[in-house]
């Protein structure tokens, strides 16, 4: 597959904007204004069938769809970049926010227009503090060469583009905390619905889509649905970023087609597990995800196919473990970002993420109670489902899938 969105990672700079140009950027976002209806847009992304690539899956076509038209709700209407990214494993939208700004600003733009939207904010992930000067420039690049403002390129759409950057804090990741963030107020998740697209940013309609998804759509416009879905299986359409890291030969993010197997994606692309070592286990979309035993690797990295071996796709953040790796320690590790990354709001996520923690603690000591690996599988029957936003589950589902699946190796911690 020829890569589309990772044809400049590693250069030694970031394209900015005469070379995006030079390169064929911008084209069609002219091109767009010129040519084409909103409706237009969303049905060929719908078509496409683009799925949200921050972690959820959601029809991207469809979720515009949701936004009222202007006539519905006039005012200020907000298209936001999530790009907050992180969850551990998760390293491809940095990529993108340091090689392509431009990308993400045209994929933005074209967007914008297509919901109808005026105002557009980039939310970067606090601790991202080299790419800030480099989404600041970019956009006020973008702004000289009238890509942003008013009547872009001579047209009658206008659209204001702002970067926000968070504070860090893993919770504005998750898109109504990213929002009470955003209206500058504490990054509390808000219970749904209303959603965003009807009620977002200061109540008005809105739309939070993942740097990855967002900078597909030109692309899709360009080369058209045809192209898109030549790419993947029969399950998945479209090129993917993968993440590798972990005890995998050649850590880094590859660009390859939606539904690849994931063994194929280890030991071919990534060069397999350092020093021969055994494969032990995999979390196949960042470290929210269920872990998969090595038995169970041999799979199409998919939505569908992961959440019918009861994983996820999340992201696509694979993160490899070969046999020297302690499951009980990586999952205290796992365990102690979420305890720390709550945000409070919901007791099972405040109160049981972090007893969670305590309990892996002492397991991990070799102070285990008897009733501790059955107790935190009740717990995360206590704390999955029952919280305002998906940290909770995030927290609780590679806790039940480790104790579950390595279990002989929780009992070794057991006084
Ligand atoms: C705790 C939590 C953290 C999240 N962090 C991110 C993030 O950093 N980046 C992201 O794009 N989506 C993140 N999400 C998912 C967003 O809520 C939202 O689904 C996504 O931005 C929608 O974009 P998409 O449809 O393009 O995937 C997070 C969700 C949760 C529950």
Redesign the pocket.
């Known amino acids: 597959m020829e890569p589309v969105l990772s044809r400049h990672f590693n250069d030694s700079q970031y394209r900015d904007v005469d070379t995006y140009m030079a390169d064929g950027g911008y084209r069609v976002l002219k091109s767009t204004l010129k040519q084409r209806a909103p409706e237009e847009i969303i049905q060929t992304v719908k078509d496409a069938g683009l ?8 029809p ?1 076509g469809m ?1 515009w769809s949701f936004v009222p038209s202007v006539e519905e709700r006039p005012g200020n209407r907000y298209l ?1 970049c ?6 551990p494993g ?1 390293f491809k ?1 940095r990529a993108l926010l340091t090689w392509d700004p431009h990308l993400i600003i045209e994929s933005m733009v074209i967007s914008g227009f297509a919901m109808s939207m005026n105002i557009g904010f980039i939310y970067l ?1 606090g601790e991202f503090t080299e790419i800030t000067p480099i989404i600041e420039k970019a956009i006020a690049q973008a702004y000289e060469k009238g890509f942003l403002g008013n009547n872009i390129l001579g047209s009658k759409f206008s659209f204001e583009l702002y970067l926000h950057r968070g504070a860090g804090a ?9 929002l009470e963030s955003l209206e500058g107020k504490r990054g509390y ?1 808000r219970l749904k619905p209303p959603f965003p697209a009807t009620h977002g940013l200061w109540r008005s309609p809105t739309n ?7 900078c597909l759509v030109p692309f899709i416009l360009d080369r058209g649905v045809k192209w898109f879905r030549s790419i993947g299986n029969d399950k998945a359409k479209g090129p993917k970023l993968y993440c590798l890291s972990g005890r995998v030969k050649r850590p880094g993010v590859y660009e390859l087609p939606m539904g690849i197997n994931l063994k194929e994606l280890i030991f071919e692309h990534g060069g397999g597990i350092p020093n021969d070592k055994a494969l032990k286990a995999v979390i196949p979309g960042g470290s ?1 995800c269920p872990v998969l035993t090595a038995a169970e690797c041999d799979i199409s990295m998919d939505f569908d196919s992961l959440a019918a071996a009861g994983s996820m796709f999340g ?1 696509a953040a694979v993160i490899i473990m070969d046999e020297t790796v302690s499951m009980v320690e990586a999952l205290y590790v796992i365990t102690r970002f979420y305890a720390h ?1 709550s945000c409070g709001q919901c007791t099972p996520c405040r109160e049981g993420v972090k007893w969670m923690q305590d309990i892996l603690r002492r397991l991990l000591k070799g102070r285990g109670r008897r009733e501790d690996i059955d107790l935190l599988i009740t717990m995360c029957d206590q704390i999955e489902r029952r919280t305002i ?3 909770g ?2 927290a609780a589902l590679p806790v039940r899938s480790f104790v579950s699946k390595f279990r002989h190796e929780f009992e070794k911690g057991i006084q």
């Open positions: 799925r949200g690539l921050g972690g959820a899956g959601f991207t979720k936001v999530n790009a907050d990214e992180s969850e998760t939208d992930r893993y919770i504005c990741g998750e898109e109504t905390a990213l998740p939070v889509n993942n740097v990855e998804t967002l929210s992201t990354e936003c998906a940290l589950d995030a």
